[in-house]
């Protein structure tokens, strides 16, 4: 069971940047896909990104466009989220996730069975 701790949120104006980050601690990042979602107010969860655990290269979702960076530090056991551009839009919780699930699946968050508590992401217009 591996658990999840995420730092970095905040308040910035659009335009400015953050970097989110997630500390893995009683497993290995290694050994899961690590994701990042969010959510806001009155919406669905919404895949951001995420890294296979076969693999080094990340996935994104289709809102991304380029302006986010999403890695994986195995000798820290973390994963980060560089957000870099931001718009109002982007102002949610922004979760850090866990999980095995297979390659068709990244992207829903059902597959993910461990749970960081959240850290909030305002962006002021």
């Known amino acids: 069971q591996v658990e999840l701790v995420e730092s970095g949120g905040g308040f910035v104006q659009a335009g400015g940047s953050l970097r989110l980050s997630c500390a893995a601690s009683g497993s290995t990042v290694r050994n899961y896909n690590m994701a990042w979602f969010r959510q806001a107010p009155g919406k669905d969860r919404e895949f951001v990104s995420a890294i296979r655990w076969t693999s080094s290269t990340p996935y994104y979702g289709d809102f991304v466009k380029g302006r986010f960076t999403m890695s994986r530090d195995t000798a820290k056991n973390t994963v980060s989220l560089q957000m870099n551009n931001l718009k109002p839009e982007d102002s949610a919780v922004y979760y850090c996730?866990?999980?095995?699930?297979?390659?068709?699946?990244?992207?829903?968050?059902?597959?993910?069975?461990?749970w960081g508590q959240g850290t909030q992401v305002t962006i002021s217009s």
């Open positions: 996730a866990a999980g095995r699930g297979i390659l068709s699946e990244m992207r829903n968050h059902q597959s993910y069975y461990n």
